[in-house]
């Protein structure tokens, strides 16, 4: 689904990813992990087209999309739920979850049952502001808005940070049922070791913006793959 060959990206003079090779495919989540400052937001933000990127080829579904900025990439299948979250505080649930329709046709203007079948406590709070959210309840209003757009490639920029426990672990069913249906590829940024190990078909070691290693979750032990993102 997603190829990545040589990606470089800058901030102004400063490089910050360094011929970044990797692949994530369907029915997968490919997890990218590392020590913070290694590049991995830079990452996403390139995958998804928030952040030009300086060189090397982003494929999607075989189609180059290195040179497509977001609204495009968005249109294509590109879900990005970056770190932040970035919920509009002043508009409600419901509204919230409409800004994902904008790169849809009108026809698919609605929201799907499932979405609050996924997330039902949206369900109940579609009339409140986003602001008014506890985090928990901002990062899954985050991941449906995303969900909205009806995906091929779902970028997930630390969804663990700042939530509690009960609503990690529906998160982690959340991206383990989307994995399981066989619909999406999804890219996971994550430092809470526990969770990315229990969720990653895959796993991507970045330090000082360079691949490390790219290792099959299948076949190598939980302190290998530690080992790989502790450095």
Do not use: W
């Amino acid at each position: 689904m997603l190829e990545i060959k040589n990606l470089t990206l800058h901030y102004g003079k400063s490089q910050i990813l360094f011929d970044i090779s990797m692949r994530a495919d369907v029915g997968a989540v490919t997890c990218v992990m590392g020590t913070n400052g290694v590049g991995k937001t830079s990452l996403l933000k390139a995958i998804s087209g928030t952040h030009p990127r300086s060189g090397g080829d982003v494929r999607l579904d075989g189609q180059s999309i290195s040179k497509l900025p977001a609204h495009q990439l968005a249109k294509l299948g590109v879900g990005y739920v970056p770190q932040g979250r970035d919920i509009f505080p002043l508009m409600t649930v419901r509204e919230n979850l409409q800004t994902g329709m904008a790169c849809l046709p009108k026809s698919e203007h609605q929201i799907p049952d499932h979405i609050f079948e996924l997330f039902p406590v949206l369900r109940e709070m579609q009339n409140r502001r986003g602001g008014d959210l506890s985090g928990g309840q901002q990062q899954q209003l985050a991941i449906a808005r995303a969900l909205i757009t009806r995906p091929k490639l779902l970028l997930l920029d630390e969804p663990t940070e700042g939530i509690q426990p009960n609503i990690i672990q529906h998160i982690g069913d959340v991206i383990r049922l989307l994995r399981d249906e066989g619909k999406m590829a999804i890219v996971l940024v994550e430092q809470y070791f526990d969770f990315a190990f229990d969720l990653a078909d895959q796993f991507v070691a970045l330090r000082r913006g360079e691949v490390t290693k790219n290792a099959a979750k299948k076949g190598t032990s939980r302190d290998e793959i530690l080992s790989l993102v502790s450095v």
